[in-house]
């Protein structure tokens, strides 16, 4: 189970690495990548995946309220990167605040997982 959940973890980073990779690429032009939608999804996806898998690991303590507050910011990531990529998708304009609420929220989402024990 270890393995399986070590795997979750790895693909977890990538999608923040793909959310918060393309923010800063495009910080002096903010806009929604649709890779940063897709790294959204893989992170909900591997985020949900993790907490089923980690009451099953040896000497595993999950935080619950943590884990919720992760989830809920995550979700506001997903819809807010759908959105920006369905701008850009129909040839609108993305609005400043709207990208970097993509990639500011995923880094409070970095941040909120690392340091929060």
């Known amino acids: 189970m270890s393995i399986l959940f070590n795997i979750l973890v790895f693909l977890h980073i990538v999608g923040a690495?793909?959310?918060?990779?393309y923010w800063i690429a495009?910080?002096?032009?903010?806009?929604?990548?649709?890779?940063?939608?897709?790294?959204?999804f893989l992170q909900l996806l591997t985020g949900i995946a993790m907490m089923g898998v980690f009451p099953l690991l040896p000497d595993a303590d999950p935080n619950y309220f943590k884990l919720g507050v992760k989830f809920a910011i995550g979700v506001a990531v997903a819809v807010l990167a759908v959105i920006g990529s369905r701008k850009v998708k129909n040839g609108e304009p993305v609005s400043t605040g709207l990208a970097h609420g993509v990639g500011g929220l995923a880094l409070i989402n970095i941040a909120i997982a690392t340091l929060w024990n």
């Open 17 to 21: 690495a793909m959310i918060v990779g």
């Open 26 to 40: 495009t910080l002096k032009a903010p806009t929604v990548h649709p890779r940063q939608r897709d790294g959204a």
